[in-house]
């Protein structure tokens, strides 16, 4: 079984807690002030994500980033 890697972790974290909040990856991405497709990208693990950017969704989920980070390590 092949491992996912960091930014494919990242990505399924993201996309859990925004579906749970029940809220589109457009809207989303429009209420953090980003491009839908490059919220895709990042929620996809196609594209890396800064630290600054991974704070700035966690807000945007209104949860802290350490919670995020701590889910990250248990999907690895």
């Not at 807690?17 to 895709?40: I, K, P, W």
């Not at 929620?43 to 701590?70: F, N, P, Y």
Request: with cysteine.
């Amino acid at each position: 079984m092949v491992k996912p890697t960091l930014q494919q972790r990242i990505g399924r974290t993201l996309q859990q807690h925004r579906q749970a909040l029940g809220v589109s990856q457009e809207a989303f991405a429009d209420m953090l002030g980003m491009h839908r497709t490059q919220y895709g990208a990042i929620e996809q693990g196609r594209k890396d994500c800064q630290l600054s950017t991974l704070l700035r969704v966690a807000h945007g989920m209104d949860t802290k980033l350490w919670q995020i980070i701590r889910q990250i390590e248990e999907n690895a």
